[in-house]
């Protein structure tokens, strides 16, 4: 079984992530996606929220699960027997982060590192400015699924009223 993994924060998952999810499970027999617990990054959502969030919006794609990890993302491969990271490349500015991350992978489990090139429809997007578009006001209709627009709303909201 041709496995992959599609790491990330998630917080929230964006129409560009589904764009690399669909893309991977298209390519992959089974593709995960593996949300980080990363306890000192500050988060809109909780690890829970996000992780519920993904699961609806693969729900539609069959091969694709979800699931949380903390330490190396080398290990978490290791230990499911996943050969591949799958990850989108925006711009040049992913670059340099990118081909560090996928070497530095590589050497420590031989894992290797696959990208997709970001649709242009999304080649500008991601969770940090959707957050701070929709906290001051601007309308992220289609840069999110609705579900997590429903969520980042009703969130925010939220935060107001504190
Ligand atoms: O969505 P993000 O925050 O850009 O995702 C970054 C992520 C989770 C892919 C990366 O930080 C990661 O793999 N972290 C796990 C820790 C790890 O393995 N670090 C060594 C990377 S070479």
Redesign the pocket.
């Known amino acids: 079984m041709r496995r992959a993994v599609c ?4 917080d929230p998952v964006t129409n560009g992530h589904l764009d690399v999810f669909t893309r991977a499970s298209a390519l992959f027999d089974e593709v995960t996606v593996a949300v ?1 617990i990363n306890k000192t990054k500050k988060s809109l959502f909780t690890v829970d929220q996000r992780i519920d969030m993904l699961r609806e919006v693969v729900a539609p794609l069959g091969n694709v699960r979800v699931d949380a990890f903390h ?4 290990d978490f491969c290791r230990d499911r027997e996943i050969p591949a990271i799958v990850k989108g490349l925006r711009a040049v500015t992913d670059f340099d982060y990118e081909l ?2 996928a070497q ?2 590589h050497r420590l489990s031989g894992i290797e590192t696959l990208f997709v090139s970001t649709n242009p429809l999304y080649s500008y997007l991601s ?1 940090s400015l959707v957050k701070e578009v929709a906290t001051y006001g601007g309308d992220v209709t289609g840069l999110v699924p609705p579900l997590v627009l429903q969520q980042l709303l009703a969130t925010l909201s939220t935060q107001e009223a504190t």
Not at 7 to 10: A, K
Not at 71 to 74: C, T
């Open positions: 790491p990330g924060s998630f980080l330490g190396l993302l080398v560090q991350m530095m992978n969770s």
